[in-house]
């Protein structure tokens, strides 16, 4: 049998210089299990963010890129202000279409006795077409005259074609500027504007918090960089690269019953929710608004209907909705609507049925079926520029009943339903779809100033009449220089945007056409009999409001066109010492110097605009043509 030597432990190790076995050193602790992938994990992060904080350092440090907050700080007589970022809106609509805020200046230390106001919202509450005559300067001249003791400061913080999503960083960043109240009026671009449903400036309804994390993102330089190779990788057309209005929207129909829309009223209702809390974490009281539209007087943009399944059914509804308007059309309105009552019977989706149905109810007197049909005529446009419904609906729930709070709820729908004929809002007090006539502004201006009132700090209220009556509507023209010319200016430029899709999709679209030429025709004569009148009135309302920045640019654009270049001038150089940071005002010199021949001059003012807002085409085009004068060859 063989043998066999019993197996020893192993001694690990190697013999030293005598022989003698040495243990080995004990092996290196090595990561294993939840430590390895912790460590994995760490290095998985830390890694990625030292790369962007190198990143990020290193473009700060070349200068590359530019502040997204809302409010710049920035320095003039020695006192520290806060200005508006003409570059705000970069991130949500890219440079070529974004639009910018209104100029202002406020010291970032609020004054003593100074009541500061924020005015947030879209373009109808930032006074489109004419801001000057915007529901902020109207909400500032009720209050001023109301309390003469103390000193409003309204802030025009809304900006032209914004939604909730871009409201919100908004906000947040005036959080910082101590605002007693803020005034909310916002809805009409929820489904057209940055992230909405039917908007063209990126994706169409992407989850919230991919929405809040791409917004932030972008605040960084790496953000802003990386944001700007995606827009070079997937370069738009050039004729679709720069603003175009309702026209870049054509193709982003959005039906009622799309599977996006409750996403839209969702993303709504938790911006709105976030905007009160941020401003009642900052101090500030806040007056939320539901938003009016024109019913009567705007058909649908555009329509859809229901799918067919039988592929024969919108044609038949079709021929049946003709002869409604062709009775209608012949005055038999009875007929018109027994035709609307069959079609709607194989298809009430289309908004343009029942906007006919509700001027046929009106033309019977039937107002309460008129304001039905035509509530469901706007709900049912599918080129969606108005507040619907719903959205309405959300801010009544959001912010009813929350005045303990300092929330407190202004009701402009009802309000100008009541201040309108048969309860039908239409051209009295508004142009076209949502934009104010200065009629509109008023009774929006007086709707919130109501509630605007009940929130002011106790020491303002004090002593002043409760039953105090607010200045009218004529007292506030006088105050902000309103007069017939600039009544006129605006008809021709709504005239002139009326001749583009989709206004010339409407039904009612030739008659809206004919009431702006006839009131072009009947202003005309008027404005131009008015300028000695004119001046006067400017005097009296500087006198009131001396340092008024938008009255003297008013003044300088209306001396410049009564052919007065050295008073234009004056009063340019009057805003520029009021808002030096000012591109328009710089421009406003410049025109007004090159005007008397002053060249030299001209081209330092433009060249002090374009330093202002290098974006600014305009600028530089009249700097070329200032040294083209001077023969420099520039």
Known sequence: MARYKSKAPAVSGSPDEKGQIQPAASPRHRLTGLK????????????????????????RVAGYGNPTSFLLPAEHAGRKVFIQNNRFGWRFFGPDQAQQPASFEIGRAKPAGTVRIFVFGESAAFGDPQPEFG???????????????THFEVVNAAMTG????????????????????WVLYMG?????????????????TPGLPLVRASLSLQTTRTGQLLDRLIRQLHRTPAAKREWGGMMMFLENRVRSDDPRMPVVYRHFERNLVDILQVGRRAGARTVVSTVAVNLKDCAPFASAHKPAPGGDEHSEWRQIYERGLQAQEAGKHQEAIRRFREAELLDDSAAELHFSWGMAALALGDTTEARRRFALARDLDTLRFRCDRPLNEIIRRVASAREQEGIALA???????LQSPGGL???????????????????????????????????????????????NSDECARRLAWTDATRLAAATDVLGRLHDPPFTFQ?????????FRQLIAQLRPRAQSAQQQTELLFREALAAAPGDPVLHSQRAATLA????????????RRVIQLLPHSAEAWGQLGDALVRQQKFAEAAEAFAEAFRRDPDSFWALQNLAHAHAKLGSGV
């Open 36 to 59: 390895l992938w912790c460590a994995r994990l760490a290095l998985a992060v830390f890694i990625p963010v030292l790369l962007f904080l190198f990143l990020e350092l290193a473009l």
């Open 135 to 149: 529901m902020p300067r109207l909400l500032q001249t009720m209050l001023s005259h109301r309390y003469p003791g």
């Open 162 to 181: 914004i939604n909730s999503h871009t409201i919100l960083p908004i906000a947040r960043d005036c959080a910082r500027a101590s605002g007693d109240v």
């Open 188 to 204: 009409n671009n929820e489904v057209v504007g940055p992230f909405g449903a039917g908007t063209i400036f990126g994706p169409q």
């Open 411 to 417: 009701d402009a729908e009802s309000a100008f339903a």
């Open 425 to 471: 809002p239409g051209r009295e007090h508004f142009y076209e779809h949502v934009h104010f006539t200065f009629e509109g502004n008023y009774v929006l201006a007086r709707t919130l100033a109501e509630q605007v009132d009940r929130l002011l700090p106790e020491q303002v209220r004090r002593g002043v009449d409760p039953a105090k009556p607010w200045a």
């Open 507 to 515: 039904l009612n679209h030739n008659e809206q056409t004919r009431h």
């Open 561 to 572: 066109t009564a052919g007065d270049p050295v008073g234009a001038a004056d009063s340019a």
